[in-house]
Nanobody, 114 residues
Framework: QVQLVESGGGLVQAGGSLRLSCAAS????????MGWYRQAPGKQREWVAV???????NYADSVKGRFTISRDSAKNTVYLQMNSLKPEDTAVYYC????????WGQGTQVTVSS
């Protein structure tokens, strides 16, 4: 059974920073990419960032230059360093791991106050 455990969310003032972590455990084979999505109240889930097995990264325009995604392949863990946070970054953040199939974390709340 595969499990993704997220941590690191919380409440922060605008301009602050948070670091999210997502650790994958269980039988995940051939992880190709790991990433983060977010869903704000009343909005659809949107893609935030992705990192490939080779370390290539890509970001949504809205977070480019402020967020950094990284991974520890040995630990099957993906991170999202979020700097210069804005109130519009407020959302539930979900990690996504793609191996033999796609897996989702349970979500972690990030709230940015103005």
């Amino acid at each position: 059974q595969v499990q993704l455990v997220e941590s690191g969310g919380g409440l922060v003032q605008a301009g602050g920073s948070l670091r999210l972590s997502c650790a994958a455990s269980g039988s995940i084979f051939s992880i190709s990419r790991m990433g983060w999505y977010r869903q704000a109240p009343g909005k659809q889930r949107e893609w935030v960032a992705v990192i490939s097995s080779g370390g290539s990264t890509n970001y949504a325009d809205s977070v480019k230059g402020r967020f950094t995604i990284s991974r520890d392949s040995a630990k099957n863990t993906v991170y999202l360093q979020m700097n210069s946070l804005k109130p519009e970054d407020t959302a539930v953040y979900y990690c996504n791991v793609v191996g033999n199939r796609a897996y989702w974390g349970q979500g972690t709340q990030v709230t940015v106050s103005s």
